[in-house]
T-cell receptor, first 109, second 113 residues
């Protein structure tokens, strides 16, 4: 099975700053997805980027994908305290997804 | 909008007991996924179903089984529970398989005493 691995494991920033999280994976993918999870809650889908895409935007989120390096990054601009959560990348298998270990983002007001 | 419903939200069992977790997907979603998430861990894929048939299998122990019913709800049956089974169990649903966003429920927190 393939699995995304995020870095950093934890990130602490001030409100208004940008946050960048990286994800690396091991094998070929069809797409890569980013999810967020508030403590003890279910994961919420943020954005999906297909293997033939290099960059995608959604509001304050920007995702890049470099299939040659098998890596992706999630940029959150103008962060808010409400962005505090864990962020996971997930790579697709055939009919399932494999999640990485996640980045714990703390945005201080 | 309707979301994925999981029940119960919390469950306390003792070792060697059995447990059944239920998942009700978003209407018109035909695919259900089960994940296990230990404290501070990433979600681990257990098993998935598409149109009531098992579609993929992950790290699901032999002590666990699951099925998807005609109304698309799914149940995860867990037997001979062990302390290490204590975790959050998430169900997710999607319309179709493959490269589809998954919609997660809020999970069932299972505690084994």
């Amino acid at each position: 099975s393939q699995q995304g691995e995020e870095d950093p494991q934890a990130l602490s920033i001030q409100e208004g700053e940008n946050a960048t999280m990286n994800c690396s994976y091991k094998t070929s993918i069809n797409n890569l997805q980013w999810y967020r999870q508030n403590s003890g809650r279910g994961l919420v889908h943020l954005i999906l980027i297909r293997s033939n895409e290099r960059e995608k935007h959604s509001g304050r989120l920007r995702v890049t994908l470099d299939t040659s390096k098998k890596s992706s990054s999630l940029l959150i601009t103008a962060s808010r305290a409400a962005d505090t959560a864990s962020y996971f990348c997930a790579t697709d298998g055939n009919n399932d997804m494999r999640f990485g270990a996640g980045t714990r983002l703390t945005v201080k007001p | 909008a309707a979301g994925v419903i999981q029940s119960p939200r919390h469950l306390i069992k003792e070792k060697r007991e059995t447990a059944t977790l239920k998942c009700y997907p978003i209407p018109r979603h035909d695919t259900v996924y089960w994940y296990q998430q230990g404290p501070g861990q990433d979600p681990q894929f257990l098993i998935s179903f598409y149109e009531k048939m098992q579609s993929d299998k992950g790290s699901i122990p032999d002590r666990f089984s699951a099925q998807q019913f005609s109304d698309y709800h799914s149940e995860l049956n867990m037997s001979s529970l062990e302390l290490g089974d204590s975790a959050l169990y998430f169900c997710a649903s999607s319309r179709g398989q493959g490269s589809q966003p998954q919609h997660f429920g809020d999970g069932t927190r299972l505690s084994i005493l």
